[in-house]
């Protein structure tokens, strides 16, 4: 199971960071990501964090500005947002994948397992 929450109403260059609070499965063993579905628009996979090394992996847009980390001893993972912009709002996700994880597909939906609720992130002045 995963729950995600920190979600809010920010201004253009505002920070928010979203928690993903995890049961059910080790974050150390399995990836975990951050992907977000605005309104007519598809599932985007924001970040990734390898279980293996703790390896993040960002989208071209929020690379720079948004950090993913885990809490090992919490299972919890984090998605610190800075600089937001308008084109960041959306609904945001905390999908793990229980299956042998390929870097190179970290952000295809499908490859993940178990869906939450999602927590919404509204950019706007």
């Known amino acids: 199971q995963v729950v995600e929450s920190g979600g809010g109403l920010v201004q253009p260059g505002g920070s928010l960071t979203l928690s993903c609070a995890t049961s059910?499965?080790?974050?150390?063993?399995?990836?975990i990501a951050w992907f977000r579905q605005a309104p007519g628009k598809e599932r985007e996979g924001v970040s990734c964090?390898?279980?293996?090394?703790?390896?993040?992996y960002y989208a071209h847009s929020v690379k720079g500005r948004f950090s993913i980390s885990r809490n090992n001893a919490k299972d919890t993972v984090y998605l610190q947002m800075n600089d937001l912009k308008p084109e960041d709002t959306a609904a945001y996700y905390c999908?793990?994948?229980?299956?042998?994880?390929?870097?190179?597909?970290?952000?295809?939906?499908?490859?993940?397992?178990?869906w939450g609720q999602g927590t919404q992130v509204t950019v706007s002045s």
């Open positions: 059910g499965f080790t974050l150390d063993y399995h990836a």
């Open positions: 999908p793990p994948t229980l299956r042998p994880f390929f870097v190179a597909s970290w952000h295809v939906p499908t490859v993940y397992d178990i």
């Open positions: 964090i390898s279980g293996y090394d703790g390896t993040p």
